[in-house]
Every structure is written in C-alpha cells, then in structure tokens.
C-alpha cells in the first residue's frame, strides 16, 4: 500500500482507473460526477491513454463501445441522467460482450431531479436497464476508499467475463473527502490477452473478426442468448461479495449497500449501545446479489430491515431471497435525503415491536 | 465447357484471359441487397482501395443499422457494428486509442443524416482522422421504403404517402455541404456510382479519402455517394440509375466540396 492521502471519492475512482491501466475514457460533464472527467482531463493523457470529452453521453458510450473492442482498457462515468442516454450502448455492449467499466454517480430523480445523492437507480442497475434480458456486473462502494478498491476489481471482473461492470455510487460518495490508499496493482499481471477476438486490422491475412450484436435468426439469438445467462449464472456462483457486520448474534438484521450503509453502522452503534442486538448484511456486489447468505441470516434473525436512499427497490431481492421465513421492512428517503441514524433506529425499535422479541 | 465461379458456362475457360475479378477482400458470398443497389457497386469499390493500398492488416471498418448492417458479410475486414446512428462515435473511439489504424465508416441517410446527426457533425468537427462513407439513396431500404432526411421534395414514400412536402416534413437535408464548411473536414466530396464513368471517379474519390489518411492529414474525409434504392423507389435499376441523373443531381450536384489546399 502506498501512503494515505486525502481525496474526493470522483478523484480517488479516476485515479484508481489510471493505475488499473485504463488507455481510453469517454465522457461527458453532469454534476456529481464532474471531478472524474476533470481528473481524467488533466492526468490521463500524461499518463499513457486517451480522453476524450464526448458531445452527448449517447456519443460517450458508443466511444467507449468501439475503443473496447480493439481490446482497451476503456471506461466512462456518468451520474443518473446521462446514464439513461447509455442504456442502449450498454445493452449493445452486453449483448457483444464487450469488456468496460462504468459509473453511474446517482443523483435523485425521477427526471432532471436533483444534483443530490440517491439510490433511485438501483433497478435500473440491476435488472438490465436497457432493452433485452442482459446483466450487468454491479458494485457498490460505501467509501472513498471503496471507490478506488472496486475500480480493479471491476477491471479484473470485466476482462475476465467480457460483461461491462458498473460500480454504482452516489452523489456523495463522489464529492465527500476521505483518506484513501492506492494498492500495489501490477498492470501487466491482470492483462488479459483478448487478440482472439478483438477488431485491429485483419494483421498477416489472419481470419476476419466482427463485432455484433444482430442475429436475425431467431435460433441464433436464442443461442447468444442461453450463453449470456449461462455466464450470468457463472457470475453468481463466484463472484457475490458482501460484508457482514455483528450478524452472528443479531435479532434485528439491516439490509443496506452504499451510502445508506453508513448510515445505519452508525445506527448499529447507536442501537447496541441501547441493548438492541442488530447486524448489517451490506452487498458489495448488487448483481451477483448476496441471496445465499440472506437466505442463511434469515434462519437465524427475528426481522430483517432495509434501508435504501430510495422509495424501495433493493427490499425486492431481500424479499425474493429470503420468502416468508422472516418479516422484511423497509425504510427509506427519496430525493437526494439521506436516512439519519435515529431514524433508523426508531425504525428499529418498531420492528422489534412487530416482531414481538 | 467449363463453368466459372459465376456460373457462366463457356468454351475453352483456361485460354481466356481475365479481364475483372473479385478482389479478395470481398467475401465469396452472394450480397443480400437487391438486385442493381448501389450498395453492391460502393462495397466492390472501397474493398478494391483497400488492396490497392495495401492496408488491409490495418483497416477497421464501422457499419451501423441500415441495408448494410450486415456489411461485414460482404466485406472481409475487421469490423464492428454500430448502434443506429452512433458509427462514427465507434469509429472515433477506435481511431482514438490506436491513431495508427485506418477506420472507416460506411452509413446510410438515415442513419448519418437523421438519428446520427450529433455524431456526424461532432465527429467532423473534431476532425476525426477517418474517412465516411456516406450512401444516400433519398430513402428508409432496410425498414420498408419510409422517408430519408434526404428524400426529394415530393418523391412519394411509404410515410410521405402524396408526396413530400416541405412545409410539412421539411427540406432534403444538404449535410455533405454542412460537412464541407467544418474546419475539421479535410476533404468532402460528393459522388455517384450510377454509371461506369461516376463509378470510376468515385472510386478515385474513394481512394484519395483512404490515402488522406493513411498520410496522417488532419482532418475528416468525407465521401458521399448518391445511390439508387430500384426497390425503395419502386423503379427498374435503369430506371432508377436514370432518376440519379434527371433529378437527384439537381439537388445533389457531384464534385468535390472541400478539398486541401494546394501543397497541403
């Protein structure tokens, strides 16, 4: 590890990507994001690779679309709107498996909303978010420090799959300032030699290689089809990360990923100061999502809480993972507000009620 | 008797000499356009350019949505396809990461002209090192004969039932001259390949865009292509070649549009 320094979580992401190797960023001004397209402007092309400041998000996309597939290292940011305009890109992407990594700096909406941070965008991240049955890799950092962590995890994670990974913050984990340390990362020993495929310049009359996401026979796309699910499933079985925090004795269990993590750990101390014997499960990755280990809590826990910046969206696959074994609430802010530790904790003491311990 | 690869049957096929064949880097496959579609002709012409010049180890190409989505079918180099209207934003970040490749794209009306608009002019405007080819047949082929950005003031089309009209769709879109007036064009030029003659020119056209940039000049080449849609327009292949000549190039007069400066 090298020594802490002081960053903004958009700064500590781009700098992270640059020591990851990223060679092309593509991208696109929208507050709270800016600071990462900044950073990348004034760094990346001293430093070995290509920024270039698109006219349109659709624009950015389809750059990064075609930088990838010569076999880059490529990336963009973006916060909710923008990442809209890129969903049909991203559904291109997944469907021509094309390696690249993306984030989204949520901000609230629905619409232009607010330049404040959200969880809003949670399904969208999740469950395709584009047209067609397609999945993403998600990450979700709750720290500054996270926010450059998960930056080669999403590189490794994306070369390795060919699947685009998107490390899914928000507003204020893109603006707020806390120590960060960048790991050792050797660039060369993560390379991942995609030359069988990638689109170059036919070099030595070597067979053609194509880049497409048409298939017009029904049973062809059936088949593109079974093999993205099938590395989906491939994806679940090995790549689910999470953090379990004080679950082992917990009767109250919070659900929360990103931001509102923060929150209610700060709501566990609070909470355990009073005698309530609460755990946090927190997602790191939200697809693959953590069912198993939720599924494993539930035998052991009274009542599950979620909490999310947001008007209910992660509570779903809490409750498609857990069924009926253990009640599940739910508590959660919208529009750029965030859960205030007490009010986490009341909303603990309510289900504690409910759940008659 | 013999048969060639076409099958001709013929006499004494090893004493003839060859006189035209395929080049190379045209797959042997049968073209899914219809028969007497310029795209056929516009296809045979950049393939030959790109073996003239030697630079197929290097050639990435960028076909979108259109007729000629499935290009790379036809053309036997490394391509991508592209989302409807976004070529030349794959093509700009191909070009960006490796500046040494030659990158083209090959687009429609629509595709350029319409829902691509943004790209095409930002692209020229940053002076994208590449070369575009644009094919406009004044028509929507792929999706059934609708009306183009560039459909002529009243041609008949399957969404401009009584003709176009301008007060209500507007005006055939002139973007190669809009192209022309952008600093980051280096050399836009408009072409035709309705006969042998502006076949010729436009493959001269065709490669003197793919030497610009092989010789690293600064600057988007820009080749249009007034084509023939027979099917879309609803006419005979000679029928349609003639409609070129009596009407189109009125509109959409050949020649060159910005060309270097001398010495350049």
């Given amino acids: 590890m090298g020594k802490k320094l002081l960053m903004k979580g958009n700064e500590a992401l781009a700098e992270a990507a640059i020591r990851a190797g990223v060679k092309g960023y593509f991208g696109y001004p929208i507050t709270p994001q800016s600071e990462l397209l900044e950073y990348m402007a004034t760094n990346l092309d001293s430093r070995g690779g290509v920024f270039l400041q698109a006219e349109s998000e659709v624009a950015a996309i389809n750059m990064v679309y075609g930088a990838s597939g010569t076999g880059t290292r490529v990336m963009t940011s973006t916060s909710s709107p923008g990442f809209s305009l890129m969903q049909e890109g991203i559904s291109y992407m997944a469907c021509a498996e094309l390696p690249c990594l993306l984030v989204n700096v949520v901000r609230g909406g629905p619409g232009l909303g607010t330049i404040q941070p959200s969880q809003g965008d949670y399904f969208q991240a999740v469950k395709g978010g584009g047209h067609g049955d397609y999945k993403l890799i998600v990450l979700a950092p709750n720290s500054v420090q996270e926010m450059a962590d998960l930056v080669y995890l999403g590189f490794d994670l994306t070369d390795k799959y060919r699947n685009p990974v998107l490390i899914l913050a928000d507003g204020a984990l893109g603006q707020m300032m806390e120590s960060v340390e960048f790991p050792e990362y050797n660039v060369e020993e993560h390379f991942v030699d995609h030359s069988s495929w990638t689109t170059v310049g036919r070099e030595n009359g070597r067979e053609q290689h194509y880049i497409t996401s048409l298939h017009l026979l029904s049973e062809k796309m059936e088949e593109i089809n079974v093999h993205l699910q099938d590395k989906y499933k491939k994806i679940q079985e090995n790549e689910t990360r999470f953090e379990s925090i004080q679950t082992e004795d917990a009767d109250i269990l919070i659900v929360a990923f990103g931001l509102s993590s923060r929150s209610s750990q700060k709501a566990l101390e609070l909470a355990r100061e009073q005698g309530l014997k609460v755990g946090i499960l927190r997602p790191i990755t939200l697809f693959p999502f953590p069912s198993d280990e939720l599924k494993h809590l539930a035998n052991s826990v009274k009542g599950i809480l979620v909490v999310e910046m947001n008007a209910g969206q992660m509570v779903e696959d809490v409750r498609l993972a857990v069924g009926s074994n253990v009640p599940v609430d739910f508590y959660g802010r919208m529009g750029g507000m965030i859960p205030q530790p007490d009010e986490i904790v009341d909303k603990i003491k309510d289900l504690y009620k409910q759940v008659k311990i | ?264």
């Fill in chain 2, 1 to 264: 008797m013999e048969t060639t690869r076409e099958g001709i049957v013929c006499n004494n096929l090893d004493q003839m000499d060859v006189v035209f064949d395929r080049t190379e880097v045209l797959h042997d496959t049968p073209t899914s356009y219809c028969p007497g579609c310029s795209h056929s002709v516009v296809h045979r012409l950049i393939m030959e350019v790109i073996e003239e010049l030697g630079i197929l180890g290097d050639t990435i190409g960028v076909a979108p949505v259109g007729c000629s989505v499935f290009a790379y079918h036809f053309m036997n180099v490394d391509m991508q396809q592209a989302a409807h209207g976004r070529a030349t934003a794959v093509a700009t970040g191909i070009k960006r990461v490796l500046p040494d490749k030659i990158v083209y794209t090959y687009q429609g009306d629509g595709d350029l002209a319409a829902i691509g608009t943004a790209e095409t002019i930002h692209t020229i405007n940053r002076g994208e090192n590449i070369v575009m080819i644009f094919i406009n047949n004044g028509i929507y082929g792929m999706t059934g004969g609708q009306m183009a950005p560039t459909t002529l003031e009243g041609d008949v089309t399957s969404t401009t039932p009584h003709g176009r009209d301008t007060l209500i769709q507007g005006h055939a879109i002139k973007i190669t001259e809009m192209a022309a007036i952008m600093d980051g064009a280096y050399y836009v030029t408009r072409q035709a390949v309705n006969s042998a003659k502006t076949v010729r020119k436009c493959k001269k056209a065709i490669k003197q865009a793919f030497q610009n940039q092989i010789d690293g000049k600064i600057g988007t080449n820009f080749v249009e292509v007034v084509s023939n849609c027979p099917s879309g327009w609803k006419m005979t292949p000679i029928e349609a070649n003639k409609k070129i000549d009596e009407q189109v190039l009125d509109y959409y007069p050949l020649g060159d549009l910005k060309t270097p400066p001398k010495g350049a």
